[in-house]
C-alpha cells in the first residue's frame, strides 16, 4: 500500500471517529463520577444515626430525669421532653411527639422488660367518661384510671 494512502485513510478514519470517540470518554468520565457520587451516598447513609437508634440511646436517661430518678410516675411526652435534644442532636431531624409516644417508646419497652420492668410510663387523658348518676366526670388517662 502506498503510505500517503495510508495515511489518508488513518487521517478519514480519525477525523469521522474524533467526535464518538470524545462522547465515549465523556460518558466514561460521567459514568466514573456518579458512581464516586453513589459511593459518596452510600457511605454517608450508613454513618448517619437513625430516630430509632438514637432514641433507644436516649430514652433510659430520658426516663430517669422524668421519673426524678424512678421516684415518680414519667408522663411519655415528659420522657419525650427530655430525649429530643439528644435524639435532634445525633440525628438532623425534627423529632415528633406522637412517633415517640406512641411508636419509639412503647416499642423500647417491650424489647427491653429487663430494664424497663419496674417503669411507671403513664399517658395524658385521650377523652373522658361522664357518669350520669353523680354527674361525675373521670378523664382516662393511665393515673385517673388508676384512681
Known sequence: MNSTFANSLANAV???????????????????????????YYRAQSARTTIKDAAYAAIPDAYL???RGGKYPANARQIMYAARPSIQEQ??????????????????????????DDWDVVYD????????????????GTLEVRR
Open 14 to 40: 480519525l477525523s469521522v471517529t474524533k467526535d464518538w470517540a470524545a462522547v465515549k470518554k465523556k460518558q466514561e468520565r460521567d459514568r466514573r463520577q456518579a458512581e464516586r457520587l453513589r459511593e459518596h
Open 125 to 140: 387523658a385521650r377523652g373522658h367518661l361522664w357518669e350520669p348518676h353523680t354527674g361525675r366526670e373521670i378523664g382516662l
Open 65 to 67: 430525669k422524668a421519673s
Open 91 to 116: 440525628t438532623d431531624q425534627t423529632l415528633d411527639d406522637a412517633s415517640f409516644t406512641q411508636t419509639l417508646l412503647p416499642e423500647y419497652m417491650k424489647e427491653h422488660p429487663d430494664t424497663t
